[in-house]
């Protein structure tokens, strides 16, 4: 089994991430379950705009694509601003608009019989508002969203401290980010033995 975080942080290499570190807490649950699990900080790589996967000279986005579909669980990790999901999380969901017209050797959309997750930090309030936007751009692309396949931390109401910063709401964070991994874990794994059938997979266009 297989897992990619993608990390949709602002911040570059090597600042903390606390977008990262709580992604980290659902990485440990999946890797106890015998997952190698790897993490992609895309702020770090030059991922174009577009709704193509492959933008030409400069564009690294055909490589963490390439990632993604070696995967079997791709969890999107991302803080709030404004409410909102971070823009290096929507570059990347419009990126993989294009999957949704892309199908394998199997016929079968791309994205299809693998889970995907959502991971979600900020010191303000918004944080269930932003997983709704991830998972459902996650769903219109093929990805399965399981049940509690969402882990998030905020301060509420408000500016305060960041999730480093405090051990406030760590132990309900982390109980619910194992929860997540054995959720997606699971999945994943019925997906696996049991496969959506090529005939019921909707037709592109």
């Known amino acids: 089994m297989r897992a990619t975080i993608l990390n949709c942080t602002l911040k570059k290499s090597p600042e903390p991430s606390n977008t990262q570190d709580l992604a980290d807490v659902v990485g440990a649950g ?3 379950l015998g997952t190698d699990v790897r993490s992609v900080r895309l702020v770090d790589h030059a991922v174009l705009p577009g709704v193509s996967s492959d933008l030409g ?3 690294d986005w055909p490589g963490i694509r390439r990632e993604v579909l070696e995967s079997d669980i791709l969890i999107m990790a991302s803080p709030t601003w404004l409410g909102r999901p971070s823009s290096v999380a929507q570059r990347a969901l419009e990126r993989m608009d294009a999957m ?5 050797e199997d016929g079968m959309p791309v994205a299809y019989n693998r889970v995907a997750g959502v991971v979600v930090t900020g010191n303000e309030d918004g944080a269930h508002h ?3 936007e991830i998972n459902g751009g996650l769903v219109d692309i093929g990805f399965t969203v399981p049940g509690q396949s ?3 931390w905020n301060m509420g109401p408000g500016p305060g401290p960041d ?4 051990e406030h709401g760590h132990r309900y964070a982390h109980q619910v980010a194992g929860m997540m991994a054995r959720n997606l874990y699971g999945v994943a794994t019925a997906l696996r033995k049991s496969p959506i059938p090529q005939e019921f997979s909707r037709e592109a266009g």
């Open 163 to 166: 999730y480093t910063a405090t």
């Open 30 to 32: 999946l890797r106890e």
């Open 57 to 59: 000279e400069g564009d």
């Open 130 to 132: 932003v997983i709704s």
């Open 150 to 152: 969402w882990v998030y």
């Open 100 to 104: 949704m017209s892309e199908t394998g």
